[in-house]
């Protein structure tokens, strides 16, 4: 894969469903240019996408391309064991551009193939790895240009109060152009310092701030509220995202409620992880084993700009992980309570509309005007797409086709008695 140049054809999807109707998609010069019924197509390549379902790309908010594909260089979790954070410390030191090139290559190229066409990807910065991510994914960046829209979070997973380097590593990160502050509180021993530090630095650069934040069952170690205070006293009002809010879940309702009131207020995104909770969670738990998934449902019918998010692929934190949105969506809607036909056809927004909001992408959607990056699933309609793990059969990049794919099913049809 390499850079691609130029405009892409004039491209007519014939017979789609969009917005829960048989629609055509025109597109010329990488937008979309009209929708709807019976279309003049002359002039243009014309793909019969007839009655399968038309969303705009799927966007990833939080995923780990620069420590993927590593479960096999150590063990896995065990209930009193090490961390996965420490696990993963420990491997980092050895990481090289090249290696970590290689396998963050990858995680993109699945993603592109699963219907993926913007990504926000962390990229670890600290003593360990110093950086060597840095260098591999601004690589990527311009080799997947064209393909997908990759931006990159300069992140402390190591904190920044543990070793001497890590604070003018992620300011020289800013400096020669990554886009985003990454904060993780709860590696830190004193967090409200951690937090007020991130804010001030996001400050000096102008960056927005994604925050790891309370990942444990411990309602006194909670920072969601101290954030919400500080976005707002800081005139930060969303550009703040905070993923896992795992916390969220163990507090009373009339203090959660307080909480997402809070979030709601200061205009905070929330990504929700939960193929990683699901792994990580709850270890030495002895009984009603806690799943560590917050309240996406909640969340979202307070008005919360809420999505969810791969996080980890095949690492100690989640050895399953993969890069395929669609099935975070069933994940949650396994992990989450979120399962009913009317929340099925809801959960696309959680992959698409809610986490282009959160990464402010203009012209996003399927609109006429809108950028034609668009996923064509081998699907009626969402419940559908999510229960059967529909195959993304085209994904388009500014109107171009990055992904085709066809599955064949050799099935002899049974009689009827
Ligand atoms: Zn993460």
């Given at each position: 894969m390499s850079a691609i140049a130029g405009v892409a054809p004039p491209l007519l999807l014939r017979g789609g469903i969009v917005d829960g109707r048989r629609q055509d998609v025109a597109i010329r010069d990488g937008?979309?240019?009209?929708?709807?019924?019976?279309?003049?197509?002359?002039?243009?390549?014309?793909?019969?996408?007839?009655?399968?379902?038309?969303?705009?790309?799927?966007?990833?908010?939080?995923?780990?391309?620069?420590?993927?594909?590593?479960?096999?260089?150590?063990?896995?979790?065990r209930a009193g064991g090490p961390t996965p954070q420490t696990l993963v410390a420990e491997l980092k030191k050895s990481f090289t551009v090249d290696d970590v090139y290689r396998r963050?290559?990858?995680?993109?190229?699945?993603?592109?193939?699963?219907?993926?066409?913007?990504?926000?990807?962390?990229?670890?910065?600290?003593?360990?790895?110093?950086?060597?991510?840095?260098?591999?994914?601004?690589?990527?960046?311009?080799?997947?240009?064209?393909?997908?829209?990759?931006?990159?979070?300069?992140f402390a997973q190591e904190g920044i109060f543990r070793d001497a380097v890590t604070k003018d590593l992620l300011r020289e990160a800013l400096k020669s152009g990554l886009k985003t502050l990454g904060g993780c509180p709860y590696m830190d021993?004193?967090?409200?310092?951690?937090?007020?530090?991130?804010?001030e630095t996001a400050q000096t650069f102008g960056v927005p701030l994604d925050f790891h934040a309370d990942s444990s069952d411990d309602p006194a170690q909670l920072t969601t509220d101290y954030i919400a205070e500080q976005t707002i006293a800081r005139g930060m009002h969303g550009r703040v995202s905070l993923g896992h809010l795992c916390t969220l879940d163990v507090l009373e309702p009339a203090h959660r409620a307080r909480v997402i009131g809070r979030i709601r207020d200061?205009?905070?995104?929330?990504?929700?992880?939960?193929?990683?909770?699901?792994?990580?969670?709850?270890?030495?738990?002895?009984?009603?084993?806690?799943?560590?998934?917050?309240?996406?449902?909640?969340?979202?019918?307070a008005g919360v700009n809420v999505s969810i998010s791969t996080n980890n692929v095949v690492n100690p934190f989640t050895p399953y992980g993969?890069?395929?949105?669609?099935r975070q969506a069933l994940v949650t809607a396994m992990a989450a309570h979120l399962g009913n036909l009317d929340q099925l056809a809801w959960l696309p927004e959680l992959i698409t509309t809610n986490p282009a909001r959160a990464l402010g992408l203009a012209h996003?959607?399927?609109?006429?005007?809108?950028?034609?990056?668009?996923?064509?699933?081998?699907?009626?309609?969402?419940?559908?797409?999510?229960?059967?793990?529909?195959?993304?059969?085209?994904v388009l990049k500014a109107g171009r086709i990055v992904a085709r794919t066809t599955r064949t099913t050799e099935q002899p049809s049974v009689g009827r008695g």
């Open positions: 937008r979309v240019q009209r929708v709807g019924a019976g279309l003049d197509g002359a002039g243009m390549e014309t793909l019969d996408v007839a009655d399968r379902l038309i969303l705009p790309g799927f966007v990833e908010t939080h995923i780990h391309p620069d420590k993927a594909f590593i479960a096999d260089r150590t063990h896995g979790l963050a290559r990858r995680v993109l190229e699945l993603a592109v193939r699963h219907g993926c066409t913007t990504m926000r990807a962390h990229v670890e910065i600290d003593a360990f790895v110093e950086l060597r991510g840095v260098e591999a994914l601004r690589r990527l960046q311009t080799d997947f240009a064209g393909v997908l829209d990759l931006e990159l979070i300069a021993d004193d967090q409200r310092a951690h937090i007020d530090w991130f804010f200061a205009g905070i995104h929330v990504v929700s992880l939960p193929a990683t909770e699901l792994h990580v969670k709850a270890r030495t738990d002895a009984r009603r084993v806690w799943r560590g998934v917050t309240r996406i449902g909640e969340l979202r019918d993969h890069p395929d949105l669609l996003y959607g399927l609109a006429p005007g809108c950028r034609a990056d668009l996923v064509v699933l081998d699907a009626r309609d969402a419940a559908q797409a999510i229960t059967e793990q529909a195959e993304k059969l085209y």
